[in-house]
């Protein structure tokens, strides 16, 4: 019944109009549209968007939202023409590191299933002729990107939703969000207030006061971008195009410098240049006042003038890549507005706490069809058949919310919008934000961090580099490529060997730690999981929360302390939202059920101490009975360790031997002095996350959201073990669980190792089988056991272990075989060390998560 709910959208741009669209599609008729300008030009980042469509993205689902978004555009037509221009998109390098760039974008787009091909400096000259010659080294040109139409798309949608019902009232601005206790009822106009099941934001740079109505926090920042035309170019004189609509008026592709930061495109003779090198220049949206009821492509709130001191850089390396321009000269620009986030990914998702208040903000143009459709398929179907989780509302950590961190975040990510940045580069600042009580144990010992969600994680430690000339022959690192070892060292081997040959300590304060407790946390978790948590206090147990298509929203751990309070190892702040959101409307619904749900990472911390020899460290720490029979393998207790309480959890991300031991925050320092100093005499080192992910994917260990995501099923990525087929309670996604457990998976996730034993990947390159692209690298890293390089990869569902594939890595072919896994220990004998035998459900261990 959910078509029958009333929706009021807010924003009448290129993105509200999509959703309204998209809405009536599947069967939505109570529809109102609310914008503050006129609908023929409403004044938004649409009204003076230039229109540039480069689909291909590191991001998976940013593609394919691009991808929709094209195949939208070009079924749109008026007078037999449609709302896109394909004239291709063309990506030129200036530097040997940008060409290196390509080649990675090339991948990537083979990898998403986008056309493009990388060409010489001849043939971006063919497609551009306009290119200076010596200044170009080479290109990716992509046919299928192009000039989207937004403006005129937005009427064609405007005037095919009226026909189907949907209401909209221009020059009309909101005031307030009604609501009652946690539910959205209502928008407040100044004509009176629309009553409402669902309000949708789709307000672009205004998203942050819109959300202000409502109490949501927005993490957006607008900010001024600099666009600007040439006089008539001589070189482009008499073309036809020049009498065409505007968008239409182009055949050359759509151009990328970005070594300079900068972008072209045709207006008729004219050429147009976007400018990202500039300072950037934030906007707070409540200072351009009311928007009037004119408005044209010259006066609008979000056209602000132009500054042309600080175009002048861009202006001068324009005529040095393009010297046609030296015959014309800049006649006109503006400083238009878009919205930047964070980490440059849309908003997009409901509130986590305001039930039916929804939010489709930060999207460009680019992305703007695909992002509407997967808000209508989240409101009709539950879920989104495109991974939402990179672009969920509810993804930032608190800490993230703050207005001084989306402005210093934004800000930097404006800058660096068209850098070459690795994948594991972390932002330089803000830094410190969220440090575990082991930070300056840490710094002695020489930790290399690297920054996650607010978070300093170790990725290896110097203090082990002394040990590099004691390591065995058949633990030593194989040399890298410039790339891969960037944000890497050798030391992680040494961290890799002591963790399974003597005991190393990982610090896992960083991952998330949720108290779920009181008279209805059972019923909760049994009705949110594939898992049966009615094992009495004391047990853990690994499992998954499905949306109700049967696809992973996430994998968990549950452990039930007592017997009302569980501990839930989590993903994500999106996971902890939802906890806490299905806690609330339990409680309303069976008010006897209440349920108390509490993030508690932050005043705990957590050490993992693995390895072989673990339980002789953890002998000289305490008296409590850590033997198998007294703590086996996937259980919990509490203990006190060198006069610390703390609660430990044996199970193990590595696959050895160990627990993970949590303690209060004011108490972590102690506790790792204590550790460290009876660890000594046991070959004990302090180990980082690059020694972690190694092991864990040699042990067949998944990570959510690289390896396995919302669009993937339980059978295909390998952790159905994590269903309990014999759990009679229902649960989200059960149903449809049921019917895929007798389908045959078309895609698997595959292990894969690299024949050469050498050669590194990082992920997300297309992989080849039969000399076809059929897949992609989710994860990867140098296995250990194996001796070579071992990666993750989607692959069609027929592809069987000891084939042979191959993997593309900056346009070169990297010999793989698919393999059986898991790589490490596959009966998990070394997880129950000193131990009882074990029932066969435990030989198989659970597949894990980072």
């Not at 230039?50 to 590191?58: I, M, Y």
Request: aromatic content about 8%; glycine content about 8%; some cysteine.
């Amino acid at each position: 019944m959910a078509q029958a709910q009333r929706v009021v959208i807010i924003g009448a741009g290129i993105v509200g109009t999509n959703l309204a669209d998209e809405l009536v599609a599947r069967g939505w008729r109570d529809i109102v549209v609310v914008e503050q300008g006129p609908l023929h030009l409403p004044g938004g980042s649409t009204s003076h968007a230039p229109g540039l469509v480069f689909q291909t993205n590191a991001s998976k689902t940013l593609t394919r939202f691009a991808r929709y978004t094209v195949e939208k555009l070009r079924s749109l037509e008026e007078d037999g023409m449609s709302c896109f221009n394909s004239v291709g998109g063309l990506e030129v390098a200036t530097t040997p590191a940008r060409l290196d760039e390509l080649k990675r974008k090339h991948g990537y787009a083979t990898s998403w299933g986008i056309e493009a091909r990388l060409l010489t400096v001849e043939e971006c000259l063919e497609r551009y002729p306009l290119l200076n010659k010596d200044l170009v080294l080479g290109g990716l040109h992509t046919p299928t990107d192009g000039l989207a139409l937004a403006a005129r798309a937005t009427q064609l949608l405007i005037a095919r939703t009226q026909k189907a019902g949907v209401r909209y009232l221009d020059s009309t601005p909101v005031t307030a969000i009604e609501q009652t206790g946690s539910r959205v009822t209502g928008v407040t106009t100044p004509s009176g207030t629309i009553p409402a099941d669902i309000v949708i934001s789709c307000a672009g740079f205004w998203g942050v006061e819109v959300g202000a109505m409502a109490g949501v926090a927005i993490p957006l920042l607008p900010l001024a971008h600099q666009y600007a035309k040439t006089t008539a170019v001589p070189a482009l004189a008499g073309r036809d195009t020049n009498e065409l609509p505007n968008g239409m008026n182009a055949s050359l592709p759509i151009l990328r410098y970005q070594d300079q930061d900068l972008y072209y495109r045709e207006h008729g003779d004219q050429i147009g240049i976007g400018y990202y090198g500039h300072r950037p220049m934030p906007v707070v949206a409540a200072s351009l006042g009311q928007t009037p009821k004119h408005v044209d492509e010259n006066q609008m709130p979000s056209r602000l003038p132009f500054t042309s001191e600080d175009f002048a850089t861009a202006w001068t390396m324009s005529q040095d890549l393009l010297p046609a321009l030296r015959e014309s000269q800049v006649k006109d620009g503006f400083n238009g507005i878009f919205s930047f986030t964070p980490d440059g990914g849309p908003l997009v998702g409901q509130a986590p706490n305001l039930d039916g208040f929804y939010v489709a903000e930060a999207v460009w143009v680019t992305h703007s069809a695909g992002v509407a459709r997967a808000m209508a398929e989240v409101l009709t179907d539950g879920a989104s058949t495109i991974d939402l989780a990179e672009c969920e509302l509810s993804r930032f950590e608190e800490v993230q919310l703050t207005r001084a961190y989306v402005s210093e975040t934004s800000q930097q990510n404006f800058v660096e919008i068209y850098d070459i940045l690795h994948p594991l580069q972390p932002r330089e600042s803000p830094r410190q934000l969220r440090v575990s009580p082991f930070y300056s144990q840490q710094q002695q010992l020489g930790a290399y961090f690297l920054e996650l969600s607010g978070w300093e994680r170790p990725y290896w430690y110097e203090a082990n580099a002394e040990l590099l000339q004691s390591l065995p022959a058949e633990w030593q690192p194989a040399s890298r490529d410039a790339w891969s070892s960037r944000y890497y060292s050798p030391v992680s081997a040494v961290e890799a060997w002591k963790t399974r040959n003597a005991v190393a300590m990982y610090d896992l304060t960083s991952f998330h730690r949720v108290h779920v407790s009181g008279p209805g946390a059972l019923p909760l978790l049994q009705r949110l999981t594939t898992g049966d948590v009615t094992a009495p206090p004391g047990a853990i147990t690994y499992a998954l929360i499905l949306n109700d298509q049967g696809k992973i929203c996430s994998d968990i751990f549950i452990a039930r302390l007592e017997k009302d309070i569980f501990q839930i190892g989590t993903n994500s702040a999106t996971d902890v939202a939802y906890l806490v959101k299905e806690a609330r409307h339990q409680g309303q619904h069976i008010p006897s059920q209440w349920v108390q749900v509490s993030d508690v990472t932050g005043s705990t911390c957590c050490i993992g101490l693995w390895g072989p020899r673990a339980r002789d460290v953890i002998r000289a720490v305490t008296t409590d009975d850590f033997s198998s029979a007294a703590l086996p393998y996937m259980s919990v207790k509490r203990a006190t360790i060198a006069g610390i309480p703390t609660t430990a959890l044996r199970k193990s991300y590595v696959g050895e031997l160990g627990w993970e031991i949590q303690t209060s925050a004011e108490s972590g320092h102690l506790l790792w002095d204590a550790l460290w100093q009876a660890g000594r005499p046991h070959g004990l080192v302090a180990a980082g996350r690059s020694a972690l992910n190694a092991l864990r994917l040699e042990k067949g260990y998944r990570t959510w959201g690289s390896d396995m995501t919302t669009e993937h099923d339980p059978y295909e990525a390998g952790v159905d073990n994590a269903v309990r087929a014999d759990k009679q309670e229902d649960y989200i996604g059960k149903t449809a669980l049921e019917a895929r457990s007798r389908q045959k998976p078309v895609r698997r996730l595959r292990c894969l190792t690299v024949d050469d034993g050498h050669s590194m990947v990082l992920g997300k390159e297309p992989v080849y089988h039969n000399g076809r692209p059929s897949g992609y690298v989710t994860s990867a890293a140098f296995s250990y056991k194996a001796r070579k390089p071992a990666a993750y990869a989607w692959l069609p569902g027929w592809v069987q272990e000891g084939e042979a594939v191959v993997i593309e890595y900056f346009g070169k072919p990297i010999k793989a075989t698919v393999t059986a896994e898991p790589l490490y220990d596959p009966r998990g004998s070394r997880l129950h060390r000193e131990g009882p035998s074990v029932s066969s459900e435990l030989e198989r261990p659970p597949k894990q998560h980072l």
